[in-house]
Every structure is written in structure tokens, then in C-alpha cells.
């Protein structure tokens, strides 16, 4: 890695890891008695702060997808089913713009597709974000039609709107996409377009007959059979109770809102030394340690938690970091540490950390 892409990718883990710090800030203010004016300041940074987000996550994956590096986690998907959440995470902004959103599938109504739906999914976000951002009025339909094509399938998706997109003379040319409708919407456009692509698929678009304009994609896919449901085991009567060890009070707040959304209750440490007094009170069903901090780093605290008696040694700890190569993790793995969670944080991958040490469900420490 050449150190001006060593840079942009330490930036990159530095301006997530501080939305994360807001967007957790924010959501804890959301939950204080304020005035209107206060509230409507904090709806304001949450949306921003999401916006920088959604166009930092679209920039890396469209980078990704570039160097034909984007990962696809095809699996059994119901057809339907997407078009029903295209529909719950399109409808409210459309109303929001004047527009009416319409979405339909067409095909049989228990059609099971071997795809990523995400990926399916942020083509449709594309392809609709830009149709969003060009109609002032009238309607916008969205559709996915499913046929069978000898053992597989053919899907045809639309997106067909009402707007005024004459002044556009180039449909692909992302820089004056970007120009009239601002970088996220240009961004959505472009991973959609790299993610049929990528999945051997080819994209239209077409002018309608009145106005606006119609961009239809197409993708082949395996069929699939629906796998049986594995019944759920019922929560245990106590939440884990979780230390978080870490000198950085953004990262601290994240992780223990990370924690209350997983029913699990939580204290903090700003240090080694503090994290292994904690940990001699026996209270803790489980310590998310940070690795490197002042006095005592992380790898010296869960070498002389493990050198306490009984159980009180034998608490799972899970390394919080921002250097997780597989070097660094069989280090920590060494020095004690049940697992390691990167960072920034994203909530899928603390959950599987917090499975794997304290069984499937988090809340079962007890």
C-alpha cells in the first residue's frame, strides 16, 4: 500500500469512527426532555452526520467495486420481499419531495433468487435516488419482474420517472449527474451501474413517451429453495452486564449504545489499570477491551485478568481495534482475548463477537 492510500484509508476509519461518536451522541440526546428548537438541532446533525455516512460507505464501496474487489453475499431471497422494503425506504421521502412512489413485482409470488439482496437493494437506491432528485411532481414506478430462464432466473428491474432529464446529455456521465442532483445521489448511481456489472448484467434507459424517463437493468440468477426456519431460543431472564474499557470517551458512548441495543446493561473504564480492578469485583459477564491506551494498553490488562483466580480469570474479553490484520489478532488471541472487534464498530460485528463469547444470544451471559 503506498502511503498517500495508507493515508486516505486512515482518514476514511478516522471520519467514520467520528459520525459513529455523533450519530451515538445524537441518538442519546434524542432520549433527554428538550425544547422544540433543540430537537429540531439534533434531528439536524443526525441527518447530517448520516448523510456523511451514506456517502463515505457508497465512496469505499464504489471504490471496491472499481477494482472488481466488491464482495457479494448471495443467499435464498424472497423477490417480493425486496420490492417491499424498496417500498418502506422509499415511500416517506418521496411524499417528502411531492412525488409518488409506486412499486410492483412481477412474478410468481414465491420466486426465491440466489443473490446479495443489499446489492440488489442499493441498485434499486440508485437508480431511484436519482429519480427522486429529478421529479418536482407526478409519480415514479419502481418494479422488479421475475421470469424463469431455463434452470435460473431473468430479472428485470425499473425505475421509471416523470422528470425533466433533457438537459443531461450524456445518462452515464456521473460528473454531470453530480453537478445537477449533488455527490450522494452520484455516487448511488455509480455503484448501481458498477454493481450490475460486476454481476454480469447490462443497464437502459430510455425516454418515455411524455415526459421523464425509464432505466431498466437486467441480471440473471440461480433459483433457490427456501431453507427451514430454526426455532429461536427463548432470552434468558438476565441481560450481560459488560465492561468497556477504552481512553477515548466518543468511543466509550458508541460502544455502550451499541451495548443497550443489544438489551445488555454496561459500565466503563479509561484504562488498563482501572479495567483490572473492574474485573476483580466480579461483576462483569464480559470486557470489551481497546488496546491501546495510556498507563495500561490493552494486551498488558488482559494478561493480568487472566492471572486473577477462579472465574474472575476466566471472563471473556474482546479486543476493540483499529489494527485487527490477522498478525495483530493472533497477538491478541495469545495474550488471552476471546475475539476482536475492528474499528469503527459497525453493530453486526460486535453482535457476532458477543455470540461467540456468550453464546447465541447476548443477553444469556447469566
Request: proline content about 5%; overall charge negative; aromatic content about 4%.
Amino acid at each position: 500500500m503506498s502511503l498517500p492510500e495508507f493515508f486516505i484509508e486512515r482518514i476514511t476509519d478516522e471520519v467514520r469512527l467520528q459520525m459513529d461518536g455523533v450519530l451515538a451522541l445524537a441518538q442519546r440526546l434524542t432520549r433527554q426532555p428538550l425544547g422544540g428548537d433543540a430537537q429540531t438541532c439534533v434531528a439536524g446533525i443526525t441527518e447530517a452526520a448520516e448523510t456523511v455516512r451514506r456517502v463515505l460507505e457508497s465512496s469505499i464501496e464504489l471504490k471496491a467495486a472499481t477494482n472488481q474487489d466488491l464482495p457479494f453475499s448471495p443467499e435464498p431471497t424472497l423477490l417480493r420481499e425486496v420490492m417491499d422494503q424498496v417500498q418502506q425506504r422509499w415511500e416517506t421521502r418521496a411524499a417528502e419531495n411531492g412525488v409518488t412512489l409506486s412499486v410492483s413485482y412481477h412474478g410468481h409470488p414465491e420466486a426465491m433468487a440466489l443473490l446479495d439482496a443489499s446489492r440488489l437493494m442499493q441498485v434499486f437506491d440508485g437508480f431511484i435516488a436519482q429519480a427522486v432528485a429529478g421529479t418536482r411532481r407526478g409519480g415514479i414506478e419502481a418494479s422488479l419482474k421475475a421470469e424463469t430462464d431455463g434452470e435460473g432466473l431473468r430479472l428485470e428491474g425499473r425505475v421509471r420517472d416523470s422528470g425533466d432529464r433533457s438537459s443531461i446529455q450524456d445518462k452515464y456521465d456521473i460528473r454531470e449527474i453530480e453537478a445537477r442532483f449533488g455527490l450522494e445521489t452520484a455516487l448511488g448511481v455509480a455503484l448501481g451501474h458498477r454493481i450490475v456489472k460486476s454481476l454480469g448484467g447490462k443497464i437502459e434507459v430510455e425516454p418515455n413517451a411524455g415526459a421523464g424517463e425509464t432505466v431498466m437493468f437486467e441480471l440473471k440468477a440461480a433459483a433457490a429453495v427456501a431453507q427451514p426456519e430454526i426455532p429461536e431460543e427463548a432470552p434468558a431472564s438476565r441481560a450481560a452486564h459488560i465492561l468497556i474499557v477504552d481512553d477515548n470517551a466518543t468511543n466509550r458512548m458508541v460502544a455502550e449504545t451499541l451495548c443497550e441495543m443489544f438489551d445488555c446493561t454496561a459500565e466503563t473504564a479509561e484504562d488498563g489499570l482501572e479495567a483490572v480492578e473492574a474485573a476483580r469485583t466480579g461483576r462483569f459477564d464480559l470486557i470489551l477491551m481497546d488496546i491501546k491506551m495510556p498507563r495500561m494498553d490493552g494486551v498488558a490488562a488482559s494478561k493480568a485478568i487472566r492471572a486473577l483466580p477462579g472465574r474472575l480469570g476466566r471472563v471473556p474479553i474482546i479486543a476493540l481495534t483499529a489494527n485487527a490484520d490477522p498478525e495483530d489478532a493472533a497477538g491478541y488471541l495469545k495474550a488471552g482475548m476471546n475475539g476482536v472487534v475492528e474499528k469503527p464498530m459497525k453493530p453486526d460485528n460486535l453482535l457476532q463477537a458477543l455470540q461467540a463469547a456468550l453464546g447465541e444470544n447476548p443477553a444469556a451471559a447469566a
